[in-house]
Nanobody, 126 residues
Framework: QVQLVESGGGLVQAGGSLRLSCTASGRTFSSYTMGWFRQAPGKEREFVAAISGSGTTSLYSESKKGRFTISRDKAKNTVYLQLTSLPPEDTAVYYC???????????????????WGPGSQVTVSS
């Protein structure tokens, strides 16, 4: 059974930082693109970042570029999202997702990912 589990969320003050982790189990995801999305209350789930199976290519939402960093540790089957300089507007549930190498479609679209974690709440206080 494939499972993705996020961790590292919590309450942080504006301007602070957090590192989210997503650990995969049930299979090896070394060839899978891994993505992070987020969903704020009353809003649609939006793309944050993605990283290739090799870990050499990363893609970011334009508004997050420079503040967020995605990385992966293939030996640990884990992908990370470092969040910095957080404003209250970054409050959301953050989800990780995996996309198989044969999957087509936009990396920015939730429809292009196969498996999802349950999400991790990030709350940024002002």
């Amino acid at each position: 059974q494939v499972q993705l589990v996020e961790s590292g969320g919590g309450l942080v003050q504006a301007g602070g930082s957090l590192r989210l982790s997503c650990t995969a189990s049930g299979r090896t995801f070394s060839s899978y693109t891994m993505g992070w999305f987020r969903q704020a209350p009353g809003k649609e789930r939006e793309f944050v970042a993605a990283i290739s199976g090799s870990g050499t290519t990363s893609l970011y939402s334009e508004s997050k570029k420079g503040r967020f960093t995605i990385s992966r540790d293939k030996a640990k089957n884990t992908v990370y999202l470092q969040l910095t300089s957080l404003p209250p507007e970054d409050t959301a549930v953050y989800y990780c997702a995996s996309r198989s190498p044969v999957r087509s479609g936009s990396y920015y679209s939730t429809d292009s990912y196969d498996y999802w974690g349950p999400g991790s709440q990030v709350t940024v206080s002002s």
